[in-house]
């Protein structure tokens, strides 16, 4: 079986109304059918008691076990806080040049930081975060032509300053791995 759809597995989210739209816009960025896939994953083994955050590669590691065949590459949707060790916070991981990636929406909402809410502005975080970091499955590094999704983001307002799409170069090395 051709590896060929993009799996997002849902884990701990406290909204689930932001899966469908994330599925949608996945689909029609990287032309690849986006669809749930349901997991148990062992969150306990990833939690860490003094930091009460997850590590996030120990969850990417349990998303990308025994793939499905067709699995073209799998992204996880958290809304736990995640973390890495040299890192106070990650809004999300990948696997460079590998299956998986994993998203954070627990620092992405206004809300956490105090400010008023809003839901475009959250969805818009997301899909920017979620691509940028299946970005990174394709071999892409971080890039610095201005406002490219492949540009890093290490708060909230650089979030603000990239596009949802990648800068031409970085969409024609992602256009090279479609399966179709
Ligand atoms: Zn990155
Ligand atoms: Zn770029």
Not at 69 to 77: K, P
Not at 114 to 121: I, K, T, V
Not at 139 to 161: F, K, Q, R, W
């Amino acid at each position: 079986m051709n590896p060929s759809k993009l799996y997002v597995i849902p884990i701990q989210l406290s909204d689930n109304s932001l899966l469908d739209p994330l599925l949608a816009y996945l689909t029609h960025d990287f032309g690849v059918p986006a669809e749930i896939l349901r997991r148990e994953l062992d969150l306990a083994k990833a939690y860490n008691v003094e930091r009460d955050q997850y590590y996030s590669s120990m969850i990417l590691a349990q998303l990308i076990e025994n793939p499905p065949e067709s699995a073209f590459r799998i992204l996880g949707v958290t809304g736990l806080d995640i973390y890495i060790p040299v890192l106070t916070y990650l809004f999300g991981e990948a696997q460079f040049k590998g299956i998986g990636a994993l998203v954070s929406t627990f620092r992405l909402r206004n809300e956490f930081y105090g400010r008023p809410s809003d839901a475009q502005l959250f969805e818009e975080r997301l899909f920017k975060e979620a691509v940028h970091e299946l970005g990174h499955t394709f071999g892409l590094p971080h890039c610095h032509y201005p406002g490219c999704v492949m540009n890093s983001s290490t708060d909230i307002d650089d979030v603000a300053e990239k596009m949802v799409s990648f800068c031409r170069a970085c969409a024609q090395i992602v256009r090279q791995d479609r399966p179709l």
